[in-house]
């Protein structure tokens, strides 16, 4: 569902102004600080509600502005508008409507437009914390398969509980019984919806990897968080003096990890920096690849800084990928030209330049 304009005001550095995109691809330039990735950063926010950049609302408002506002206007794959407003104001919730109608969660938000981003930290997936791996598995299971959030938030707020219990000293098998079930239950369902989602992607991850001409063969080891021969009932009575020792759950959906190896071999250790950052971009396309597959929908594309993630090469396969998806693309670089030479002619784009804050379309 691409964006067909935004408006926003006191988002960063950026000033108050309307932008309209093209649906397939566009080049925002500008040097580094003007403001191009503040300008993907109020994409995303629009696509999920939050920052990739921080979380604190301070750094995200403009200097002495009372809070932010942004609003798009986006089209579906029926030709249908949807109109997203959000505005967040220092000290208060953020209010977010879509379509004349407030929500009350954000991931209401984040099944309107499937929003895939590639920016500097997206790099950590291979060589960071397991958080990175939990979020990217978790992006596609959610937009695949729909049951996921409704026992992600059960799972998650049944944990809440547990551990709230466990820090008090409390560990009466009567008290924990309650919160062990639904743990239980959704536990069960979350790590079937997982293992499913990366059993199905990987082969679709090392597809793409041939379109982009790398020989890298890859797969993908899921684990669920506790120990594949226990089931989680057991794991939570057979860890309780632990965990109560320790005021926290230590085994559980919430520690899920993924390992990926390369011909082999584990990537992190082997791989180049260069090849390592060709692999990740190859594992974010997959996502977009696969949802398209099972479902028809299109994801957004957005890829901040294309020209220093990777070399020219791989940014020509890249560009030669996306421009064939006929999905949305909005990607920034520091020079227009170390990406404007990489697309064909006839493709429908459009370029923008941002200085000081202020972004403009370029004929």
């Given at each position: ?22 649906p ?12 191009k ?29 009372p ?21 967040r104001?220092?000290?208060?919730s ?46 596609g ?45 959704s ?73 990926i ?27 977009g ?24 090469d791989?940014r ?20 227009i ?13 459009r ?13």
């Open positions: 569902m691409p964006y067909q304009t935004i408006k926003l005001s006191n988002f960063r550095n950026l000033v108050e102004q309307r932008l309209e995109f093209s397939l691809i566009n080049i925002i330039d500008g040097k580094n600080g003007s403001g990735s503040s300008l993907i950063e109020s994409l995303y926010y629009l696509s999920v509600g939050k920052s990739f950049r921080s979380s604190k609302l301070d750094s995200i408002v403009q200097h002495n502005a809070g932010f506002t942004l609003f798009s206007v986006t089209e579906d794959d029926n030709s249908h508008q949807h109109r997203i407003g959000i505005t104001e220092k000290n208060k953020a209010l977010i409507k879509i379509d004349g109608e407030f929500i009350r969660s954000a991931i209401q938000l984040a099944s309107v437009t499937p929003t895939l981003l590639i920016e500097p930290e997206t790099f950590e997936l291979l060589d960071g914390g397991p958080n990175n791996r939990r979020r990217y598995m978790d992006w299971v959610f937009h695949v398969e729909h049951r996921f959030s409704e026992a992600w938030r059960r799972y998650t707020k049944s944990l809440k509980q547990r551990n709230t219990l466990l820090r008090r000293g409390r560990i009466d098998r009567s008290l924990l019984a309650p919160w062990d079930g639904q743990m239980i239950a536990a069960a369902m979350i790590d079937q919806y997982r293992h499913d989602y990366v059993v199905s992607l990987v082969p679709v991850i090392n597809d793409i990897l041939k379109l982009l001409n790398q020989t890298i063969d890859i797969d993908i080891s899921y684990y669920r968080g506790w120990d594949k021969k226990a089931d989680y009932q057991s794991t939570l009575n057979d860890s309780i003096e632990r965990d109560a020792r320790s005021g926290f759950t230590h085994q559980g959906p919430h520690r899920a990890d993924i390992r190896k390369a011909n082999g071999r584990f990537a992190d250790e082997v791989l180049s920096r260069g090849q390592k950052k060709i692999l990740i971009f190859s594992m974010i396309l997959a996502q690849a696969f949802l398209y597959k099972l479902s028809g929908r299109k994801s957004v594309y957005l890829i901040d800084d294309i020209s220093a993630e990777l070399d020219i791989h020509k396969n890249v560009c030669s990928y996306l421009e064939k998806l006929e999905s949305q693309v909005i990607l920034t670089a520091v020079d030209n170390s990406v404007l030479p990489l697309f064909h002619e006839d493709t429908e784009l370029m923008f330049h941002v200085e000081h804050g202020k972004v403009s379309q370029v004929n």
